[in-house]
């Protein structure tokens, strides 16, 4: 079975940092595309960022650009988001999502909720003003 596993989201003040990880099991690692997504309270969720599988290439939500980094650890199947220069619209719960087809790189298939088939559970990102 495909498993995603997101942690280590908390509380941090505006300005602040915080990494979180997606842990993946179940498929190959590398021949999918995984991206990040995040749902604030009321709001639709929304892409943040991704991987694409096919050439480690990496995109990024506007909102986002400048301060939040993907990476992939293909040894031990994780994909990380730092973050950085933490703002508190940026509070929402952050979820890892997994795609076996190219969607990375495309829009708007890349920050599409619809076009990923597998996810994990949130984690809960709050920024403190």
């Known amino acids: 079975d495909v498993q995603l596993q997101a942690s280590g989201g908390g509380l941090v003040q505006a300005g602040g940092s915080l990494r979180l990880s997606c842990a993946a099991s179940?498929?190959?690692?590398?021949?999918?595309?995984i991206g990040w997504f995040r749902q604030a309270p009321g709001k639709e969720r929304e892409g943040v960022s991704c991987?694409?599988?096919?050439?480690?290439?990496?995109y990024y939500a506007d909102s986002v650009k400048g301060r939040f980094t993907i990476s992939s650890d293909n040894v031990n199947n994780t994909v990380y988001l730092q973050m950085n220069s933490l703002r508190p619209e940026d509070t929402a719960v952050y979820y890892c999502a997994s795609e076996p087809t190219l969607v990375c790189g495309y829009e708007p298939e890349g920050y599409d909720p619809d076009a990923y088939d597998y996810w994990g559970q949130g984690t809960l990102v709050t920024v403190s003003s």
């Open positions: 991987i694409s599988s096919n050439d480690g290439s990496t």
């Open positions: 179940g498929f190959t690692f590398v021949d999918y595309d």
